[in-house]
């Protein structure tokens, strides 16, 4: 659930950044997908369960290999899942309810095979199952509790340990997964919805779970979609951008902390290029460059140099030229132009990555480095709702 969606690759090549300097990186750039953080489940991939309090290496796993790396699960269910160059698809961590997909419940702390998978387009990792794209069509596998694998069972005690066929969708370009639902866009811009419907975070307009896909009415022309634990965010293709789900602190960015479970317009944006929700927090790449955010900000993780928490976008005066970012749990990573990661908010489980465990909020609310530039960084993710982060 936690990578950026993108309407546009076209980002200002210039970056600006306030009061911080970025050092140059001290060794040639490294090939790895580089992780941090908790690892209680093996979630970093480095072949430990020990917490990485700076960037280290994902076991075997070459960062030019991978076309999208989506994190999923809590800091007790971790996972991630990675969509490799040859469309086959590798997961590790956490495995209780099948996530990795692998056939087995068994924990794995090194990458392995998602069975039965290739030629896949698009993945993406909720709190407990994975999403993947097959010529138009999709398979989930991981835990089923709310009906979030769309195969018309709902099974709190038998989990789909492999991939199996998501019902009666096709023609689909992207897919979304967030805490015990799941969401899907069609190539005609259509947005289709299934699992658990508390907060409305299936745009239905009510609560009921669903498990099969079902079409959000009067939602059309989107082009690209981002799904956070609870809530969604849906891009226009004229660059404006539509929410629904919870919205206790302020991440439907529609000036309220009302929950919704209709899309309804997040306000003062335009032009945008990325969108990309967190947990509780979301961010928004402009076709100039800057960058806007709002949700919770209780660490300071929006980086708009206060701990308010905002139901309206505003502008991140220390991120313009960002190419990725994407809200963890209660932190935030960016990819910066120059190759460099910067992070920002909470830090009690090194989740900034910069071998501290100290708050931005006790540091001016500046962003801090987790990787320095010329590291040849351009993406980033976290988990669904964790305190682990991957660059690559």
């Not at 580089?34 to 209680?40: D, E, K, L, S």
């Not at 866009?185 to 307009?205: K, M, S």
Request: hydrophobic fraction near 35%.
């Amino acid at each position: 659930m936690t990578t950026t969606r993108v309407l546009s690759t076209t980002l200002l090549a210039s970056l600006t950044l306030t009061g911080l300097a970025l050092p140059s990186a001290s060794a040639a750039t490294d090939p790895w997908v580089r992780p941090w953080g908790t690892n209680a489940v093996g979630q970093l991939g480095n072949a430990t369960t020990i917490p990485q309090t700076t960037p280290g290496d994902v076991v075997g796993l070459a960062r030019a290999d991978v076309r999208t790396l989506s994190g999923g699960g809590d800091d007790k269910t971790a996972f991630a899942v990675a969509l490799l160059a040859d469309g086959t698809v590798k997961s590790w961590g956490a495995n209780a309810t099948g996530q990795l997909g692998n056939g087995t419940t068994t924990n794995q702390p090194v990458p392995g095979t998602v069975a039965v998978l290739s030629g896949i387009s698009a993945v993406d990792a909720g709190l407990d199952h994975g999403l993947a794209v097959r010529k138009g069509r999709v398979y989930a596998w991981g835990g089923n509790a709310k009906g979030q694998l769309g195969n018309g069972v709902t099974d709190e005690k038998n989990p789909a340990k492999v991939p199996v066929l998501v019902q009666a969708l096709d023609e689909v370009k992207d897919v979304g997964a967030g805490c015990s639902f799941s969401a899907a866009l069609r190539q005609d811009g259509t947005v289709w919805t299934w699992g658990d419907g508390t907060n409305g975070r299936l745009g239905l307009g009510g609560t009921d779970a669903r498990n099969t896909p079902q079409q959000i009415k009067d939602l059309t022309d989107i082009a690209a979609i981002s799904v956070g634990c609870s809530h969604v965010l849906a891009l226009t293709v004229d660059g404006k951008v539509k929410s629904w789900g919870e919205g206790k602190n302020g991440q439907l960015g529609n000036d309220t902390t009302a929950d919704s479970p209709s899309p309804v317009d997040v306000k003062l944006l335009s032009g945008v290029t990325q969108i990309s929700a967190g947990p509780f927090h979301d961010f928004a790449i402009l076709k100039d460059g800057t960058v806007k955010g709002w949700g919770w900000n209780k660490f300071g993780q929006l980086g708009d140099g206060t701990t308010t928490d905002r139901t309206t976008p505003v502008p991140i005066d220390t991120l313009k030229g960002t190419k990725s970012i994407i809200g963890g749990a209660d932190f935030t990573v960016a990819a910066q132009p120059d190759g460099s990661v910067l992070t920002l908010g909470n830090n009690d489980a090194s989740q900034l990555g910069d071998g501290t465990t100290t708050a931005t909020t006790a540091r001016d609310n500046k962003p801090v480095i987790a990787l320095p530039s010329g590291s040849g960084i351009t993406r980033v993710a976290t988990l669904a709702n964790g305190k682990s982060a991957y660059a690559y």
